[in-house]
Each structure stands twice: as structure tokens, then as C-alpha cells.
């Protein structure tokens, strides 16, 4: 601050002197007194400079508008206001002190560059052709000003006036890239293909060597329909050049209109086999080819192979891994999708989507470890991202270290932010794991969480309804909530079974046999449903029937810890 405070007093002194040296270059002999001082609008001119370069604008504006008071005809105060009202956005204060700047001193090319400015932007373009026209007989050799003019005839609309700027502008300067390409765009626009095309090969025609105006002029002919003409063009542009990373495409795309799949996709692999040719660029003609649906559905062999070539070609750009391997979870080759992933992390493990990706596919292979294992290793890595939580509850769910899978999903609950589905996810898992681990009251509390979100969640009540059965509390409630769960999904066996569950705690055995006996027909593999099943015929008199069910519980698999007890004791035990 100090040093701040000694340099200041020294820069407006410079300032100052600046000023001073500027004003009597600009200001005539005639301005100045006898006396050797400024005139009064002079001196508040020179205040009015002083505030616009210390960024006090409204104090400059009410100066230059006093120095305009002691002289109408101050064109530099005229234009000094313009131009502070167009720095602000002012078009309509600037444009009538622009104008009038103009009218006093027609002379001044800086006054009239800036009217041009403001009347192409309220869109007056004649009036803006009007102004350059004068910039140009005042500088006939100024290229700019006809590349000026031309614009603002494509402003305007008028592309012949256009051209016509552009025609003299390329007797003056020779075949150049920029008006060629110009002329070429306006011909397009006037619907006259033909003189386009002609722009093109001028431009081809002086600069042979460059086979990037050969690419231009083949893809006018594709677009005009001339492919005969277009083939050609790129067949030599092939030979020219070979390396050429984009003509492999082009020639993909040209037979693609043809209808020739077989030869543009040879082409497109080939291209994709050119490491010149950026992975980015490869993956936007990719997805410019096929829709998502059509690489999975109609061209799956293709899109595999222009993976695998993608790899082969760029196999340090985790891009082309990504690409191989969300193709192979698609095609639910989930083991080699795994591989891929892997590879893509050990090249960049800094994109959480392939986390993520990765935890699908484990939870499809339903490989738990691993899946634990690499949801702690993302959890330190992205510690903020809720669905990294939830992974890691299941998998410890399923290895059954409950206590874990309670401490995740708790902590996931932290991180949800406006999302209601997932939050309804991690209460449920919670109300799942919490009645493992005999913690009863916090099991109720985080299903009524999910029901108070989305009182028709289907699996929460099934799953509710359940425990307390098992638990032999709040029967009624269980038998509502239940039922509500049939209504919502009719074909869940889960849920048939749940219901038919209830209503044998409940004594009504005619009710739940034929309920249960519906959830057979969607879980006939289920030992504890078909064991249920037997349950409802002992406490219906039909012994050799419970039995019956009892023992083809055992063959579904794993039912109750009393399953066995009762099939060798033929007895039943609750």
C-alpha cells in the first residue's frame, strides 16, 4: 500500500502531462486565448478526459455534455460521449452523438468507424454501407474497408453487393483461402451450386498441393449429388496423399449414401485405424453414423470391431477402453467388461463413470468381494458420491457384515441431495439391515422414512410387512400394508408370499393357502415360499400334503432353520 500511495502522485503527473501534450495537437491555434490559455470549453474537455481514464464515467459524461454547452460544434466531446454510451451498451444515447460527430467533422475516419459500428448494431446496414463507402474513396488501397463493406452486405442481405466487394478485394490481393471460401458460402446461400463449386476449384487450382481444398470441392459435389465427380476428388486425394487422416471418412461417408455398407465400413475402419486421426473425432463420427440403438441392435459386429481397432490403435487413451468395454457390458460380457474397465483405471482413475461402471458390472458378475472391495477404493477417491455408499452396503449386505453395510448406508444418506428415489433406496437397504442386526426400532423408523417419501413403494411394504410378521407384532398393520403390496405389483411371488404369510399369522389358513399358492406359481423355485406352502396345509388337516411341500423345500433349497426338523419329525414347528 505504501508504494501504492508514493507511484500514484507520479502516474496522474504523467497523466496529466499527457493530456496536456494531446490537447494542444488536437485543438487549433485559433482555440487558444492571447493569453496562452485553453478556452473554456477546452478546459472542461480536458476535465472530461481526465475523469474517463480514471473510470469516472458519469462525471465524464456530464463534462464532455458542459463542454458541448460552450461549444455545440466540439466534434471530439460528440465523439468521446458515443463512445462512452457504447462501452455501457447505450446504442440509441450513443448513436445521435456519433451521427453528429460525423455531420461536424466528415473528415475524421475514427468518428465514421464507430457510427459503422452503431448502425449495424440497430441493424441499419445501409446506412452502416453508406458510411464505408466514404471510408473507401477516402482510402482506396485499405483492404479492410472492402472486406468491411462486404460483411455488411451479407448483413444486409445483399449478397450480389457482397460479391462484388469480394471480387475487388481478390484483384487486389490474388486467390486467397478466406474470400474464396466466403464467395463459395454466399453462392451456396443464393442457391447457385454451380458458382460455388467454381470458387472452389479456383481456389484447388492455385494452391494444388493442398488437398484440404480437393476435400472442399469433392464435398460440394456430394452434396449437389455429382458422387461420380465427388469419387473422383477423393480417389485423388487418396493417392496424393494416403496418410490423409480424414479421406478414409470421407470415402466411408460417400459410399454410405450410396448404399454400399460393406465398402464404407471398410473405409470407416480404416480410418479409425489411422492414429492421426484424433480418438475424438473417430468417437463423434462414430456416433454420427449409428444411433445408440443401432450399435447395440443392428451393427453390433461392427461397432465391435471399431472398438477393437480404436483400442489397437490408441491403446494408451483410456477413451478407446471406455468405448470397448461399455460395448461388452452392453452385450452382458460382463467378465471381459470387467478387464476393460480395470484397464481404463489403470491408465486414469480419475473419472468416476468408470467407477461406477465397473460396480455395475461386479454387482452383475454378483462378485461381492470385489465389489467391496473396489466401492472402498472409490469411496476414497469420491467421497461426496452417494450411489459409491450404496454399492458398498450391498456388497457388505450380501457378505453379510451387517454392521458394515448399516455404517455405509447410513453415511450415503449424508450425500443424497435433491433425489428422493435414491434416498428411498438407502432407507430401505437400511430398514433391510437394521432388522439383521436385531435393531428392531431403527428398522421401522427407516422403512416409515421411505414410506413417508413414496407410501407406494411395493418392495419397502412387502419387506416391512414381512419382518413384523416374523416378529409377530403389529399384525393389522402388517396385513394392510401387505395387501397394499399386492395391489401395487400382482405378480410379485415376493409379495404374494408376504401376504399369505400374514394371513396364516393371522389364523385365516383358507385365505393364505390360496395365496400362497399363487406366489408358487411365480416362485416355484422358492424354498421358503413352497415351505410356507406346507406350513398352511399342517395347520389345515392335510399332513401328508405339508409333508409333501416340506420335503420339496428342501430340494428348492434353503428354508427355515425348523425345515428339516419337521420333514424327519413329519411335525410341524414354528
Known amino acids: 500500500m505504501i508504494k501504492s500511495n508514493i507511484y500514484r502522485p507520479i502516474l496522474l503527473l504523467l497523466l496529466l502531462t499527457v493530456l496536456q501534450s494531446y490537447s494542444l495537437t488536437v485543438f487549433s491555434q485559433a482555440d487558444i486565448k492571447h493569453s496562452g490559455t485553453f478556452p473554456k470549453s477546452r478546459e472542461i474537455y480536458y476535465e ?38 457504447t462501452d455501457q451498451g447505450k446504442i440509441d444515447e450513443a448513436l445521435p452523438y456519433a451521427e453528429k460527430a460525423v455531420r461536424t467533422d466528415p473528415s475524421n475516419k475514427w468518428y465514421k468507424l464507430l457510427l459503422v459500428q452503431l448502425y449495424q448494431a440497430r ?78 476449384k479456383k481456389l484447388s487450382a492455385a494452391y494444388p498441393d493442398e488437398t484440404r481444398y480437393m476435400e472442399m470441392l469433392a464435398e460440394l459435389y456430394m452434396n449437389t449429388g455429382a458422387l461420380d465427380k465427388a469419387l473422383e476428388i477423393y480417389q485423388q486425394i487418396l493417392a496424393i496423399d494416403p496418410d490423409n487422416p480424414y479421406i478414409n471418412m470421407s470415402l466411408s461417408d460417400y459410399y454410405r449414401k450410396q448404399g454400399d455398407k460393406e465398402k464404407s465400413f471398410e473405409y470407416l475402419k480404416a480410418g479409425f485405424a489411422n492414429p492421426s486421426l484424433g480418438i475424438d473425432t473417430k468417437i463423434t463420427i462414430l456416433l454420427a453414423y449409428y444411433s445408440v440403438n443401432e450399435i447395440y441392435d443392428t451393427f453390433r459386429d461392427e461397432a465391435f470391431a471399431l472398438a477393437e481397432t480404436l483400442v489397437k490403435t490408441h491403446p494408451n487413451d483410456p477413451k478407446a477402453y471406455s468405448i ?37 458390472v461386479e454387482s452383475e458378475l454378483r462378485d461381492y468381494q470385489a465389489m467391496a472391495d473396489l466401492s472402498t477404493r472409490a469411496i476414497n477417491l469420491f467421497p461426496q458420491q452417494p450411489l459409491l455408499y450404496l454399492f458398498a452396503g450391498a456388497a457388505s449386505y450380501q457378505l453379510k457384515d451387517y454392521t458394515a453395510a448399516a455404517g455405509y448406508f447410513k453415511n450415503g444418506t449424508n450425500f443424497v441431495v435433491f433425489n428422493d428415489r435414491l434416498l428411498t433406496q438407502f432407507y430401505g437397504y437400511l430398514g433391510d439391515t437394521y432388522f439383521q442386526l436385531n435393531e428392531h426400532q431403527l428398522s421401522d423408523e427407516a422403512y416409515e422414512k421411505v414410506l413417508n417419501i413414496d407410501p407406494a413403494n411395493s418392495i419397502v411394504l412387502n419387506n416391512y410387512a414381512y419382518y413384523l410378521t416374523l416378529r ?18 400382482p405378480e410379485n411371488g415376493a409379495n404374494l408370499d408376504t401376504y399369505g ?31 410356507h406352502y406346507g406350513d398352511v396345509l399342517w395347520k389345515m388337516g392335510d399332513k401328508e400334503g405339508a409333508v409333501e411341500y416340506w420335503e420339496k423345500a428342501i430340494e428348492a433349497g434353503e428354508g427355515s432353520e425348523f425345515l428339516e426338523k419337521k420333514v424327519r419329525e413329519k411335525k410341524y414347528y414354528e
Open 324 to 360: 470397448y468395454a461399455d460395448l461388452l457390458m452392453q452385450d452382458k460380457r460382463y467378465e471381459e467388461a470387467r478387464a476393460a474397465f480395470h484397464k481404463v483405471l489403470t491408465i486414469d482413475s480419475t473419472k468416476y463413470l468408470i467407477w461406477e461402471q465397473l460396480l455395475f
Open 123 to 200: 441493424g441499419k446496414y445501409i446506412d452502416a454501407g453508406r458510411i464505408i463507402d466514404q471510408l473507401i474513396a477516402a482510402e482506396p488501397e485499405n483492404f479492410e474497408y472492402l472486406q468491411d463493406q462486404a460483411l455488411n452486405s451479407i448483413f444486409a442481405g445483399d449478397f450480389k453487393n457482397a460479391i462484388k466487394y469480394y471480387d475487388l478485394l481478390e484483384k487486389k490481393l490474388g486467390i486467397v483461402e478466406e474470400i474464396s471460401i466466403q464467395k463459395e458460402k454466399i453462392y451456396v446461400m443464393m442457391d447457385k451450386p454451380d458458382l460455388a463449386i467454381g470458387e472452389i
Open 501 to 531: 404369510w400374514v394371513l396364516f399369522q393371522l389364523g385365516r389358513y383358507k385365505e393364505a393357502e390360496e395365496w400362497i399358492r399363487k406366489a408358487m406359481q411365480f416362485r416355484e423355485e422358492s424354498a421358503v415360499v413352497v415351505e
Open 48 to 85: 472530461a478526459a481526465k475523469e474517463k481514464i480514471l473510470g469516472n464515467y458519469t462525471k465524464a459524461i456530464e463534462l464532455y455534455k458542459k463542454a458541448l454547452d460552450y461549444d455545440p460544434s466540439d466534434a471530439a466531446a460528440m465523439f468521446e460521449l458515443a463512445g462512452i454510451y
Open 472 to 489: 409377530g407384532k403389529n399384525l393389522e398393520k402388517a396385513e394392510e400394508m401387505a395387501r397394499k403390496a399386492v395391489e401395487l405389483d
